[in-house]
């Protein structure tokens, strides 16, 4: 089965209310099976590749869906007044693990319990946002995957600059509630005013403020940097055809928003997180101890261009950076 047919079985599965999934596993016998919640703050369409490579990984650890575990999965679809109650749910489940990402829908989990081991499968500056006591020893009942690199933000707009020789005024789009997300704002403010670069700042808490945001830089911005954020990578189409309309090149944090006509993308490969995250939820179902397990950070990053949008844009990606991209997509 290909990837996207894949990734559409999953989302088309998992886009119903108070889903689990799979459904074979609820016809198990009571008491058999752990159960695993997964807590994805995307959309199905835009976390169903995310889905798909923990559970693959999984498997591949003897953990097969139906026979000895049954995931019970739910989807905030990028809406932050979710949170709460996705994660209140599962503890009322009694789920043996929970499994989530991005750092407010693991304050949601934190929130929600300190009993129930909770793994996350990325999460920014997990220290500094007060999830966990320490890398080496989270402590607690919460362990996982920091998303966080002190230079991906410089490098994200070294890349930009290649592409965009001639850009002085950055427009950079934020979900200011996010707690990541105005972390990473900082970064790339600094890294900006190092090369000379104007800044504006286009600060939204909600997917209905996205469009007015964009009215207020109309002919006044070179390029747009878009933060990785649950509301606007399910967001992402809406904010790139507005990007196209407006002429301004986009870089993003993650593949999933190139794939819907961003420019190009660079950052940690989410769903090789994930895979490992399932190695965490391993450990815990063979009774190790959140607390004790090390936070790891990412190992792989992953340059994407999508060629369509720059001809679209007028642009010509230089060849080299081309030749340095993980992936080209035509």
């Known amino acids: 089965m290909n990837r996207r047919a894949f990734i559409s079985l999953i989302g088309g599965a998992a886009a119903a209310p108070a889903l689990v999934w799979p459904r074979a596993a609820r016809a198990q016998p009571a008491g058999k099976l752990r159960i695993i919640g997964f807590f994805g703050a995307f959309t199905p369409a835009a976390g169903g590749e995310l889905l798909a490579a923990f559970v693959a990984r999984l498997r591949e650890l003897g953990h097969v869906e139906g026979r000895n575990i049954a995931i019970e999965v739910r989807w905030a679809e990028g809406h932050n007044e979710r949170y709460g109650a996705i994660a209140a749910e599962l503890v009322r489940l009694k789920v043996d693990v929970i499994l989530t990402h991005t750092t407010p829908a693991v304050l949601a989990a934190k929130r929600a319990t300190s009993v129930i081991p909770i ?37 994200r707009l070294e890349l930009l600059r290649e592409v965009v020789p001639g850009l002085r005024r ?61 509301t606007l990578i399910s967001s992402r189409v809406g904010i790139n055809t507005l990007a196209l309309d407006a002429r301004l090149p986009t870089m993003h944090g993650a593949r999933e928003l190139v794939e819907a006509d961003g420019l190009m993308s660079y950052g940690p ?6 895979r490992r995250a399932a190695d965490h939820v391993d450990k815990i179902l063979r009774g190790a101890k959140p607390a004790n397990i090390p936070i790891e950070q990412p190992t792989k990053f992953d340059l994407i261009v999508n060629l369509r949008t720059a001809r679209a844009l007028g642009i010509e990606v230089p060849a080299m950076l081309l030749g340095r991209a993980d992936e080209v997509i035509e």
């Open 119 to 155: 793994v996350f499968a990325t999460a920014g500056d997990p220290v500094g946002n007060g999830v966990i006591a320490s890398l080496a020893r989270p402590g607690g009942n919460i362990t996982g995957l920091s998303s966080e690199t002190t230079d991906t933000a410089g490098k």
């Open 170 to 230: 950055l427009a950079i789009l934020v979900n200011i509630g996010n707690p990541y997300s105005a972390l990473e704002l900082n970064q790339i403010r600094a890294a900006a005013r190092a090369v000379g670069l104007e800044v504006a700042a286009l600060e939204i808490r909600g997917a209905e403020e996205i469009a007015p945001a964009f009215e207020t830089i109309r002919g006044r911005a070179d390029a747009l940097y878009v933060i990785n954020d649950p």
């Open 269 to 274: 490969n989410w769903p090789h997180m994930f």
